[in-house]
């Protein structure tokens, strides 16, 4: 009988002790994807991480409206071990434009619902309040690739307390000059290689700026084709789409958030648009930063080549302060991107003292 009793009390020790470590697994991870009211309008968020205790990184995706989290899974899945992953599409971009928007989506409404930087740069911050308050952290790591590190420069500008540091990934310096060095580069690269039709395309669209979004996307066109050329090409499973955005809806979505965030960024001068960032230039407008600031570029990067952003660089103040020139690496991230801020986040915040 005592045997039995024994067994018994061995048992639900046992099972205590089981169902306490699980719990406490359960309550140290976080999976979680939820619009959050930024703004005035639903904003959808996503956070992930295998312990909350971690630091938390806010991804600022490119574009502007090319949203990461359909792809964030792929891309960055083996960091939720060591952080808490948190990707938001901004206002225009994603399943935050197709909240917002109507069933049918035209011109006139692109039109009638202006895109602003000041907006943008507000919701970041507003976002980002949310975030300390929500998961009981007193900073955030932002990481701003392209269009994301103009919002995250001038998110760190307004609120520099919310950070405990800013990476950034072919970090915009300002749009003529970045626009300007393109456009001569890929001049010069099309007449070299004897690339008439590229050339031709090129001479007949002149110099930056320009009075339609189509003729600044023609150049991008361009440019992506030379870096395609020598730059390493990120690994095709990046782009595997995570299932639940893997949908007609979502698809549609991303297309028109897309076309709508673009249209403010280049600019269309018929429909009454004007570039959200036609006069930025951080050069001449930020030169001192109150957090850490590390930048990491791509040595064949043509868009936000390293020839402007190194030169803005040895320009600025910042507590902390370093450049990585990645070899074989162009605008868009590839690994080596990828692994250069990794060991960033790993000797200058996951260690840090």
């Known amino acids: 009988m005592k045997n039995n009793l024994d067994m018994r009390i061995s048992y639900f020790t046992v099972l205590t002790f089981l169902y306490t470590i699980i719990s406490v697994a359960q309550t140290k991870s976080i999976n979680e994807s939820k619009f959050v009211n930024i703004g005035g309008i639903e904003q959808w968020v996503t956070i992930k991480g295998d ?6 990184i806010l991804f600022l995706h490119g574009g502007p409206g090319s949203v990461m989290s359909p792809y964030c899974d792929s891309i960055y899945g083996n960091w939720k071990k060591d952080f808490i992953l948190i990707n938001w599409d901004q206002r225009g971009a994603g399943r935050t434009f197709g909240k917002n928007a109507p069933k049918e989506v035209n011109e006139d409404y692109f039109i009638e619902n202006k895109l602003t930087l000041d907006r943008m740069v507000k919701d970041g911050v507003e976002l980002s309040e949310y975030l300390l308050k929500y998961l009981k952290k007193k900073k955030l790591v932002l990481i701003g690739s392209s269009w994301g590190s103009i919002l995250g420069v001038k998110m760190i500008m307004k609120e520099p307390s919310l950070y405990q540091a800013y990476i950034g990934n072919a970090q915009f310096v300002g749009f003529m000059k970045n626009y300007s060095y393109a456009y001569g580069t890929v001049l010069k690269l099309a007449e070299k290689s004897n690339d008439t039709i590229a050339y031709k395309k090129l001479k007949l669209l002149g110099k930056p700026p320009y009075k339609t979004t ?7 066109r361009v440019v992506k084709k030379y870096e395609r050329k020598n730059a390493i090409r ?10 639940e955005y893997d949908n007609k809806k979502d698809k549609i979505d991303r297309y028109n958030g897309d076309d709508y965030s673009f249209l403010y960024f280049a600019g269309h001068k018929k429909m009454g648009i004007e570039s959200i960032v036609r006069g930025l230039d951080f050069s001449k407008e ?3 930063f109150e957090v850490p600031v590390y930048l990491v570029q791509g040595d064949e990067d043509i868009l936000t080549a390293s020839q ?9 103040t910042a507590p902390d302060k370093a450049y990585y020139l990645i070899k074989g690496a162009g605008h868009n991230l590839n690994q080596f991107i990828i692994d250069a801020d990794y060991q960033i986040l790993k000797d200058k915040i996951m260690f840090s003292k």
């Open 214 to 220: 189509r003729s600044l996307g023609q150049i991008l």
């Open 308 to 316: 402007i952003n190194k030169s803005y660089f040895n320009k600025i």
């Open 234 to 243: 990120t690994p095709v499973g990046w782009w595997r789409i995570n299932p």
């Open 51 to 56: 312990d909350i205790n971690k630091p938390a």
């Open 286 to 288: 930020v030169l001192k």
